[in-house]
Nanobody
Framework: QVQLVESGGGLVQPGGSLRLSCVASGYTFSAYDISWYRQAPGKERELVATISSSGTRLHYANSVKGRFTISRDNAKNTVYLQMNSLEPEDTGIYYC?????????WGQGTQVTVSS
């Protein structure tokens, strides 16, 4: 079965950096686009970034453009989210997600807290 496992979250000061990872299994990783979402306390889950199956097409939310970078390693079945210049507004649970046969699969999430 499809499984997505995020890691790399933690507590960081404003202006700091974190690198999130999401390891996928149970399907052909290189055949599907994959996305990072986040959910802040009391807010709806929102799309952060998407990378195409080949890694050639990238999409970012306006709020993270120029600060976050999504990438993937198809040999390792892993997608990354490099987050720089972090702001308190980036605090939330970060999830990776794929859509396969019109079904959304989510990881369990990793907590990111940006605070001084």
């Amino acid at each position: 079965q499809v499984q997505l496992v995020e890691s790399g979250g933690g507590l960081v000061q404003p202006g700091g950096s974190l690198r999130l990872s999401c390891v996928a299994s149970g399907y052909t990783f290189s055949a599907y686009d994959i996305s990072w979402y986040r959910q802040a306390p009391g807010k709806e889950r929102e799309l952060v970034a998407t990378i195409s199956s080949s890694g050639t097409r990238l999409h970012y939310a306006n709020s993270v453009k120029g600060r976050f970078t999504i990438s993937r390693d198809n040999a390792k079945n892993t997608v990354y989210l490099q987050m720089n210049s972090l702001e308190p507004e980036d605090t939330g649970i970060y999830y990776c997600k794929i859509r396969r046969y019109n079904i959304d699969y989510w990881g369990q999430g990793t907590q990111v807290t940006v605070s001084s």
